[in-house]
């Protein structure tokens, strides 16, 4: 028996059929009739020389060969769409896909994304919010903006763009009520689980020796995402140790205020990342040097703030 590969239409007829379990639901797929789609599978039978299918009554079934040739064809079908998606990605220089979570897209993205759409109209850009790991290979995304421990990935050009820190924010009117450090004593605390996967921890109990104050353990209400305890704070609902990533356009527009002097520094941060090779494609380079120009507003925040990291403060 040859091992040389049957036609390509035919093996994909077959995939399309074993996925389904249907030639009429395959044939609808590939846009063929069930009179081709049959005919193209039985080629391929007559190439191994060995039936793929049982045909039942309104049925079929996969026989062993069957079986054994469904999987690697499936696998060969998405790498084969992977590829020619990666290879259409190289010669186009007119769209741009990126992904970053919902809480970055909605605090700091989203507000600024009119700024590069005025200065890039030939590029069109799509944005998916979402925490799901990106696999470069799979997904149709070209550039992802990832919060974490900074690392460099095999494969990947990373680059950090911000590296997060973290203050007491409130509502302007509560910064009126406890305009002291040590007022927070007396004031309602919010917490967050964003920050929970670093060790030491930075939160309430490191901001306060790290301001030298004595310890406060506060049953306030806790949030899953940062942004959901940032609009609380705004609300007037309590105090929040807040990311600057996440707060500034609340903190410029007068939602919140940051009064006290103290701020703490983490080891994570956000990092852009796209394929190795694809940083330097017209669209990706704009975007990058864009999003590095609008972080550098990060900087202001910084003035007349004592730095302290968690590392140092830790019991």
């Not at 929040?240 to 919140?256: C, V």
Request: charged share 25%; proline share 7%; glycine share 4%.
């Amino acid at each position: 028996m040859s091992d040389r590969l049957p036609p390509l239409t035919a093996l994909r007829a077959f995939d399309a059929a074993a996925r389904h379990m249907s030639f009429s639901k395959a044939a609808a797929e590939l846009n063929v009739t069930p009179a081709a789609l049959s005919f193209q599978i039985k080629s391929l039978e007559e190439h191994l020389q060995a039936p793929l299918f049982r045909r039942l009554n309104r049925a079929v079934e996969l026989t062993d060969a069957g079986r054994a040739l469904s999987p690697g064809a499936a696998d060969g079908f998405t790498a084969l769409a992977s590829a020619w998606r990666a290879a259409k990605r190289t010669v186009d220089q007119t769209s741009l896909t990126v992904t970053a979570g919902p809480a970055f897209t909605a605090k700091w993205l989203a507000p600024r994304l009119f700024k590069f759409a005025m200065a890039n109209p030939e590029i069109e850009l799509r944005f998916s919010a979402t925490l799901r790991m990106m696999d470069f290979s799979r997904d149709d995304v070209d550039v992802a903006i990832r919060f974490g421990l900074m690392k460099d990935e095999p494969g990947l050009f990373t680059t950090p763009i911000i590296r997060e820190w973290v203050a007491p924010m409130m509502a302007p009117d509560l910064a009126e009520k406890y305009p002291n450090p040590s007022d927070l004593a007396r004031a309602p605390l919010l917490h967050y689980d964003d920050l929970r996967f670093l060790k030491p921890a930075v939160d309430w109990a490191a901001w306060f020796r790290a301001a030298n104050l004595p310890p406060r353990f506060s049953a306030g209400a806790r949030f899953s995402q940062a942004d959901h305890a940032l609009d609380a704070a705004a609300a007037g609902a309590g105090v929040i140790l807040g990311r600057i990533s996440l707060a500034e356009k609340d903190l410029s527009e007068g939602r919140l205020a940051m009064p006290y002097k103290i701020a703490l520094t983490t080891e994570a941060g956000y990092r852009f990342v796209c394929p190795e090779g694809t940083e330097m494609r017209p669209q990706v380079k704009k975007f990058r040097e864009w999003i590095e120009a609008e972080i550098s507003t990060l900087d202001a925040y910084r003035n007349g703030l004592t730095f302290v990291d968690a590392a140092e403060v830790e019991v």
